[in-house]
C-alpha cells in the first residue's frame, strides 16, 4: 500500500503523531528535530492501521448535498431522506409541520435564506423537544426514575447528548438525522446518567440490561457523523 501523507511540523512535540482524516487524507504531526526518513519509517509501520481506518471511512453514511434552502432542497429525519417544500403563509395558525416525504415550512413571501434556514431549525428543535420528552420519560418510568427531568434541545458543534452534574439533560438538534434506534439509545445513555454519573461497568451492566443491541446503536451513530455534521 503506497501511502500519501502531509507533514506538519510544530514547536513543542515530543513525538511524532499521524491521523486519517474523514476525507482519507493522512496528516503527520512531527517535531522539527524529527527527520523526514524516520517519519517514513513512522508511516511505514503504521499501514496496516491506516488501511483499517480507511476501510472504516469508506463505511460512513455519506453526507446530503450543501444545503440551498429552497423548494427541492434535501434534509434528513430520522434516517428518512425529506424534501423541502417553502408553504406561503395565508394565516398565522399554519405551522410548519412533516408530511410524509416532505418537510413543509410556512413562510412569509419576504423571508430570505437565512430566515428560512431560521424557521428550518426551529421546526427541528421543536420536533427535537417532542421526541425527547417521550424517550426520557419512557426510560425514567422503566428506570424507576420519579423526579422531574429538565430537558434542552441545544445546538452542540459535535457531540449528541449531555448529562450535567445537575441532572439536566441536553440532546443535539442535529440528533434527530440519526436513525430512530440510535435516538432512543441516546435517551436511554443520558437517562442512565442520572444513576451512574460515568462510564463505568455499573453503567454499561445497566445499557446491557435495558437494550442488549446499545453497542451497535453506538457505532451506527458514529458512521452517520457526516452527516450529523451540520444541519
Same mark, same amino acid.
Given at each position: 500500500?503506497?501511502?500519501?501523507?502531509?507533514?506538519?511540523?510544530?514547536?513543542?512535540?515530543?513525538?511524532?503523531?499521524?491521523?486519517?482524516?474523514?476525507?482519507?487524507?493522512?496528516?503527520?504531526?512531527?517535531?522539527?528535530?524529527?527527520?523526514?526518513?524516520? $517519519? /517514513? !519509517?513512522?508511516?511505514?509501520? #503504521?499501514?496496516?492501521?491506516?488501511? =483499517? @481506518?480507511?476501510?472504516?471511512?469508506?463505511?460512513?453514511?455519506?453526507?446530503l448535498a450543501e444545503h440551498t434552502y429552497q423548494d427541492g432542497d434535501q434534509f434528513m429525519v430520522l434516517n428518512k431522506v425529506v424534501t423541502l417544500s417553502l408553504i406561503k403563509?395565508?394565516?398565522?395558525?399554519?405551522?410548519?409541520?412533516?408530511?410524509?416525504?416532505?418537510?413543509?415550512?410556512?413562510?412569509?413571501?419576504?423571508?430570505?435564506?437565512?430566515?428560512?434556514?431560521?424557521?428550518?431549525?426551529?421546526?427541528?428543535?421543536?420536533?427535537?423537544?417532542?421526541?425527547?420528552?417521550?424517550?426520557?420519560?419512557?426510560?425514567?418510568?422503566?428506570?424507576? $426514575? /420519579? !423526579?422531574?427531568?429538565?430537558? #434542552?434541545?441545544?445546538?452542540?458543534? =459535535? @457531540?449528541?447528548?449531555?448529562?450535567?452534574?445537575?441532572?439536566?439533560?441536553?440532546?443535539?438538534?442535529?440528533?434527530?438525522?440519526?436513525?430512530?434506534?440510535?435516538?432512543?439509545?441516546?435517551?436511554?445513555?443520558?437517562?442512565?446518567?442520572?444513576?451512574?454519573?460515568?462510564?463505568?461497568?455499573?453503567?454499561?451492566?445497566?445499557?446491557?440490561?435495558?437494550?442488549?443491541?446499545?453497542?451497535?446503536?453506538?457505532?451506527?451513530m458514529n458512521r452517520y457523523r457526516l452527516v450529523t455534521a451540520k444541519l
Amino acid at each position: 500500500m503506497k501511502v500519501q501523507y502531509k507533514v506538519i511540523r510544530k514547536k513543542g512535540l515530543k513525538r511524532v503523531s499521524l491521523r486519517v482524516k474523514d476525507d482519507k487524507s493522512i496528516v503527520v504531526t512531527a517535531p522539527f528535530s524529527v527527520s523526514d526518513s524516520i $517519519i /517514513k !519509517k513512522f508511516v511505514e509501520s #503504521k499501514v496496516d492501521w491506516i488501511k =483499517k @481506518r480507511i476501510d472504516e471511512i469508506e463505511l460512513l453514511v455519506p453526507p446530503l448535498a450543501e444545503h440551498t434552502y429552497q423548494d427541492g432542497d434535501q434534509f434528513m429525519v430520522l434516517n428518512k431522506v425529506v424534501t423541502l417544500s417553502l408553504i406561503k403563509r395565508k394565516s398565522s395558525a399554519e405551522k410548519s409541520t412533516l408530511n410524509n416525504e416532505k418537510l413543509l415550512i410556512v413562510v412569509t413571501e419576504r423571508q430570505n435564506k437565512k430566515e428560512i434556514k431560521a424557521e428550518i431549525y426551529r421546526w427541528y428543535k421543536e420536533y427535537a423537544e417532542f421526541l425527547y420528552k417521550e424517550l426520557v420519560e419512557k426510560w425514567a418510568t422503566k428506570l424507576n $426514575i /420519579k !423526579k422531574q427531568i429538565p430537558l #434542552k434541545i441545544v445546538m452542540f458543534p =459535535k @457531540r449528541m447528548g449531555s448529562c450535567s452534574i445537575h441532572g439536566e439533560l441536553r440532546f443535539s438538534i442535529k440528533s434527530i438525522m440519526l436513525p430512530f434506534e440510535v435516538v432512543d439509545y441516546l435517551a436511554l445513555h443520558e437517562v442512565a446518567h442520572l444513576i451512574h454519573f460515568n462510564h463505568a461497568k455499573e453503567f454499561k451492566a445497566l445499557l446491557d440490561w435495558q437494550m442488549s443491541e446499545w453497542k451497535s446503536h453506538q457505532k451506527m451513530m458514529n458512521r452517520y457523523r457526516l452527516v450529523t455534521a451540520k444541519l
